[in-house]
């Protein structure tokens, strides 16, 4: 059975930094592409970023590029993202995602993923 948690969610003024975490289980670590997504209050959920399972290539939402980080742990079967440079834009529910299938094309895309996180909040305050 997956299980996907997530933490390090909070408030922060803009400019701030913050690092969420993501901690799988039930899951070989190396065969999941991992990613984050976040829903804004009144908004659609929105892919964040992405590490796929094998080369660890990443990808990124033109919006968080240059100030985020995703980056994965197969040892401690956890996956990161760093945000730096938080803007109030960046404010909302953040959930982890993770597949087995998606391939390189759909990472992007919030049907590829079949396990998701409870999400967490992230609160960026002007």
């Known amino acids: 059975q997956v299980q996907l948690v997530e933490s390090g969610g909070g408030l922060v003024q803009a400019g701030g930094s913050l690092r969420l975490s993501c901690a799988a289980s039930?899951?070989?670590?190396?065969?999941?592409?991992m990613a984050w997504f976040r829903q804004a209050p009144g908004k659609e959920r929105e892919f964040v970023a992405a590490?796929?399972?094998?080369?660890?290539?990443?990808s990124y939402a033109d919006s968080v590029k240059g100030r985020f980080t995703i980056s994965k742990d197969n040892a401690k079967n956890t996956v990161t993202l760093q945000m730096n440079s938080l803007k109030t834009e960046d404010t909302g529910v953040y959930y982890c995602?993770?597949?087995?299938?998606?391939?390189?094309?759909?990472?992007?895309?919030?049907?590829?993923?079949?396990?998701w996180g409870q999400g967490t909040q992230v609160t960026v305050s002007s």
């Open positions: 995602a993770s597949s087995q299938t998606v391939r390189m094309w759909q990472l992007k895309s919030r049907s590829a993923y079949n396990y």
């Open positions: 590490v796929s399972q094998r080369m660890g290539a990443t």
């Open positions: 039930g899951v070989t670590f190396t065969r999941y592409t």
